[in-house]
Structure formats: structure tokens, C-alpha cells
């Protein structure tokens, strides 16, 4: 059974600070590991990684897989209050039949908080 | 553009009630979702339709029905309801799964079973 499991599951801080989160991983047939943030309502997308080593940059938030060792970590720098949200991670595995039917298995998601 | 819609935003059941959660997406996306939100918890997979015409289960399906009514509307059905269902319902939809397309999600449904 594919497992996600992220940390720390609550972090709080002052503007300014940088901040990294945590994903492991085991998943059979690993396909893609997706970063989401989840304010009020929806999740919103923010990174797929498939390939291990290539960071994934937007503005101050960034991510990088490690398919070796099972991890991501998604690194947010001079946060400010709007970055308080969850963030959510997920990875997707292959099936038998070489399929993922785009099935996520999420993490239990960090819950940050940024302070003015 | 609206993205993916879902009703009711917030419901209470009694337990032994029915409902449906309805959710539409405008994206002609071929794939859709249904998820729950628990603390602590993440989110779990309900079920999904990768297209048309086709339903399966996820994770956590028991106690729920689906129904792919049209390549735009994916509902979801509680025959009797029970305070474990209580949780956030997200339904999400993406343009091919076999590609892993990213997933987009509604606003979410409240439902609280007493």
C-alpha cells in the first residue's frame, strides 16, 4: 500500500523566515510526487516532480525529488502571511497494468502559520 | 470559466439519510475525482472515473455510490448515512489520468451526520 507521510505537521513563524517541509515516500512503481496548497477550500496545484535532482522553482517556493532516498521537501523563502495554508503532498504509482488513473495518495499535510 | 463546481457547500444529515453531492467541471476534462478531507488524515480517494462510461473504487468506498452522468457531472451518493462520513468531500478533475494530468478540485462539501 502506497504511504505518504510528511513533517513537521504544524510549523509556525515570523515573516521573513525561510521554511522547509518534508515528504517521504514509499510507493510501488513511482511515478510523479505533487505539491499542493490548500488555503480556505481547494487545494491548489503547485509542483509535479518526476525526476530526481531537478528543482522545481516559483518565485520564493521551491522543490526538488530525491527518488532515491524517498523524499521531497518543498522550501519556502521570505514567507509572508499568505503562505499560511496546509500543504499538501501526494505521489502517484503505477498499477500491474502500467496505469495510475491519476490516483493520489496524499500525505497528512504540514499546516503552516507565518505571523506578521 | 468556473473550473469544477460542487453542491451543496455545507449539509447535515441525520444518520440513515441519503444524499447526493453533486460536482460539474467546464474543462471537458476526461477524469474525475472524489476525495474526503478527515484531520490529520489528508486527503483518501472515494472513487474515480478516468472517463466516461467507467467507474472504480479507491481507497475508502464503502458506504458510497458514484455516477458518471456525462463527461462534465460526477456525483457522489450516500445510501444511508453515518456520523463517520462525517468530513470535507472534494471532487477534482483532470484532463487524462492515464498521463497524469494535474488534478484540479472544487470548493469542497461540508457534511456533518448527526
Known amino acids: 500500500e502506497d504511504k505518504v507521510v510528511q513533517s513537521p505537521l504544524s510549523l509556525v513563524v515570523h515573516e521573513g523566515d525561510t521554511v522547509t517541509l518534508n515528504c517521504s515516500y514509499e510507493?510501488?512503481?513511482?511515478?510523479?510526487l505533487l505539491w499542493y496548497k490548500q488555503e480556505k477550500k481547494a487545494p491548489t496545484f503547485l509542483f509535479m516532480l518526476?525526476?530526481?535532482?531537478i528543482e522545481k522553482k516559483s518565485g520564493r517556493l521551491s522543490s526538488i525529488l530525491d527518488k532515491k532516498e524517498l523524499f521531497s521537501i518543498l522550501n519556502i523563502t521570505a514567507t509572508q502571511t499568505g503562505d499560511s495554508a496546509i500543504y499538501l503532498c501526494?505521489?502517484?504509482?503505477?498499477?500491474?497494468?502500467?496505469?495510475?488513473?491519476?490516483?493520489?495518495?496524499f500525505g497528512q499535510g504540514t499546516i503552516l502559520t507565518v505571523h506578521p | 470559466n468556473a473550473g469544477v463546481t460542487q453542491t451543496p457547500k455545507f449539509q447535515v444529515l441525520k444518520t440513515g439519510q441519503s444524499m447526493t453531492l453533486q460536482c460539474a467541471q467546464d474543462?471537458?476534462?476526461?477524469?474525475m475525482y472524489w476525495y474526503r478531507q478527515d484531520p490529520g488524515m489528508g486527503l483518501r480517494l472515494i472513487y474515480y472515473?478516468?472517463?466516461?462510461?467507467?467507474?472504480d473504487k479507491g481507497e475508502v468506498p464503502n458506504g458510497y455510490n458514484v455516477s458518471r452522468l456525462n463527461k462534465r457531472e460526477f456525483s457522489l451518493r450516500l445510501e444511508s448515512a453515518a456520523p463517520s462520513q462525517t468530513s470535507v468531500y472534494f471532487c477534482?478533475?483532470?484532463?487524462?489520468?492515464?498521463?497524469?494530468?494535474?488534478?484540479?478540485f472544487g470548493p469542497g462539501t461540508r457534511l456533518l451526520v448527526l
Open positions: 477534482a478533475s483532470s484532463q487524462q489520468a492515464r498521463v497524469q494530468e494535474t488534478q484540479y
Open positions: 510507493v510501488t512503481n513511482f511515478r510523479s
Open positions: 501526494a505521489v502517484v504509482g503505477i498499477d500491474a497494468g502500467g496505469t495510475s488513473y491519476g490516483k493520489l495518495t
Open positions: 518526476t525526476s530526481s535532482g
Open positions: 472515473s478516468a472517463s466516461e462510461g467507467t467507474t
Open positions: 474543462m471537458n476534462h476526461n477524469s
